[in-house]
């Protein structure tokens, strides 16, 4: 198990602190916030923040993390193929591109990483029922 705690499983992380590249940046920077309009339209929720926290763990090989900050930051771009506010086909293009990017790196997601997405997924619900 990856030492994954702290700055990392924060949602709430600051942008541009110690990071890899303009596309991590601009994944810690929108992630929370897109995933927030998109998460009752993606059927898999809890890979998605699995493969966000992989994308962030310093552990994670570098061709794999290039793949999923590809797909993180294709999520959370404004403007895409079919805009994302369009009703029930706006998020239809990144599900099919995150599909494809967390099968390909599939092996690359850890325990650590699905835990850290379901307590994620469980202070958000838990979030949204006190709002």
Not at 76 to 85: E, F, G, N, R, T
Not at 105 to 124: D, P
Request: hydrophobic share 45%; with cysteine; charged share 25%.
């Amino acid at each position: 198990m990856t030492g994954l705690d702290g700055e990392i499983l924060e949602p709430d992380h600051r942008a541009g602190n110690d990071t890899n590249g303009a596309d991590e940046t601009s994944v810690r920077a929108g992630f929370w916030r897109t995933f927030a309009k998109a998460a009752g339209q993606v059927p898999f929720a809890e890979d998605l923040v699995a493969s966000y926290y992989c994308a962030l763990d310093p552990e994670t090989p570098g061709k794999a993390k290039a793949v999923l900050l590809g797909a993180l930051a294709y999520f959370i771009m404004p403007m895409d193929a079919i805009p994302d506010i369009l009703a029930l086909v706006g998020f239809s293009d990144d599900i099919a591109v995150l599909t494809l990017a967390i099968a390909t790196v599939r092996a690359n997601l850890t325990e650590a990483h699905r835990i850290a997405a379901r307590k994620s997924l469980a202070n958000l619900a838990t979030d949204k029922k006190k709002a």
